[in-house]
């Protein structure tokens, strides 16, 4: 899959896509990243902004509608034949999830913009962008982050990028609930031993016991999750 990104501060993806299962997957072309600084497609030419002030008289700076549908507009030429839609990071998006995340798996390529100060152009939303994605309620200095989080968690469900020792299927949310505890090594620690059931080799034993524990946490933290069918 290819992600272009859009955004005003291309310093802040150095490190994080420089290691670990990200970087594994653009090394394996799984996926490639493409960052775009939204500036570099500045209408000024002289002073290179990109916000100015909203109509109405609300406080804060908006982005002007230009640098960001030129930057789209380019991101979209160099991505030809591949239909990317557009993904907009804002906290008024659909609240992410991990049925939304397997949502974007059919996509060839994906446009994730990112907003800064109150926002975008109303007329760049209704004309140029597919989704809005929200990571949770809560407000960020600016979408980079949930770009990185939104990619993060695409990439890692796309077959190829885990190895069998870190599969998928295993994480919180995979079948619609919450975890089951982990243990390792030492099977005593500071006085606490590991389960005995995980010690038995009893595997239908296991699972049960699994289970019965993913779905005691998720009724304790998200009774939300069983009801949803998430
Ligand atoms: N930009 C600022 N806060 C955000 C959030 N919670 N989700 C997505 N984009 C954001």
């Known amino acids: ?10 310093g802040m993806f150095e490190g994080a896509f420089s290691d670990s299962i990200i970087k594994r997957a653009v090394e394996k072309q799984l996926i ?6 939204i500036r570099d497609f500045s209408h000024d030419k002289k002073h290179n902004s990109v916000d100015d002030y909203p109509y109405g008289g609300d406080a804060g700076m908006l982005l002007r509608p230009e640098p960001i549908t ?13 239909n990317p839609k557009v993904v ?7 609240r992410l999830n991990q049925n939304i995340v397997k949502s974007f798996l059919g996509e060839k390529s994906l446009i994730l913009l990112c907003g800064r100060y109150k926002g975008v152009d109303q007329r760049v ?7 809005e994605i929200s990571i949770g309620d809560y407000v960020l200095s600016g979408g980079e982050v949930p770009a990185m989080v939104l990619l993060d968690a695409i990439t890692r469900l796309i077959p190829g990028v885990l190895g ?3 599969s998928a299927q295993e994480d919180s949310f995979y079948g619609g609930l919450l975890s089951h505890p982990q243990y390792t090594r030492p099977e005593y620690f500071e006085d606490m031993k590991v389960p005995d059931v995980l010690l038995s080799g009893n595997h239908a034993k296991i699972r049960q016991w699994q289970q019965r524990k993913a779905m005691e946490i998720t009724q304790q933290r998200r009774p939300d999750l069983l009801n949803e069918g998430n």
Do not use: A, Q, W
Not at 88 to 94: D, Q
Not at 125 to 131: F, L, P
């Open 88 to 94: 907009y990071l804002t906290p008024s998006g659909e």
């Open 125 to 131: 939303i209704d004309h140029y962008v597919d989704r």
């Open 70 to 82: 030129n930057s789209i507009k380019e991101s979209k030429k160099s991505l030809v034949g591949c």
């Open 164 to 166: 069998n020792l870190d």
């Open 32 to 37: 490639s990243i493409n960052i775009r600084n």
């Open 1 to 10: 899959m290819f992600f272009d990104i859009l955004t005003l501060f291309p």
